[in-house]
């Protein structure tokens, strides 16, 4: 979802506010992949994706990564192993961002980063160590935060 208003050059031209992946949920047992489009910069201020594990027993280790083609910038890798049969929400941002969280607090992984910019053609994905066929990482309620300009 695309919302408050027009597009502006950046820095400091209107922006777009993105507050949904755009992506769309993967296939079970894949990774999530949100590409910047090109002309554009992407300020990406928080991230919450839910990340559900099928009954197949192995440790996952849920990481966010911030990519340029060919090369990781970024990357955190929540600090707690997800076992089978639970459902978690891993939440990216700077320490104090709001939290609009309305689900179980205990099941939301924090995982602490700072104001990042992405150029077009950069992406931001999640890299989850074991995943299985069955687990699915999916849309959270609490969604995301990015400010979307056009290059000029």
């Not at 961002?97 to 992406?123: E, H, K, Q």
């Amino acid at each position: 979802m695309l919302i408050n208003g027009t597009e502006g050059s950046y820095p400091g031209g209107p922006c777009q506010i993105i507050t949904a992946w755009l992506a769309g949920n993967p296939i079970a047992g894949n990774n999530m992949v949100q590409t910047v489009p090109a002309g554009k910069l992407w300020k990406i201020f928080a991230l919450s994706l839910s990340f559900t594990t099928a009954v197949a027993v192995a440790n996952r280790i849920f990481t966010y990564q911030i990519l340029m083609p060919g090369k990781v910038m970024w990357q955190s890798t929540s600090a707690s192993v997800q076992v089978a049969s639970l459902t978690w929400t891993y939440q990216m941002g700077p320490i104090g961002y709001p939290n609009a969280a309305t689900v179980d607090t205990s099941l939301v992984m924090w995982m602490n980063a700072p104001v990042l910019i992405l150029l077009g053609g950069g992406s931001i994905t999640t890299s989850i160590t074991n995943i299985q066929a069955a687990d699915q990482v999916s849309q959270s309620n609490l969604g995301l935060h990015i400010e979307e300009y056009q290059l000029a």
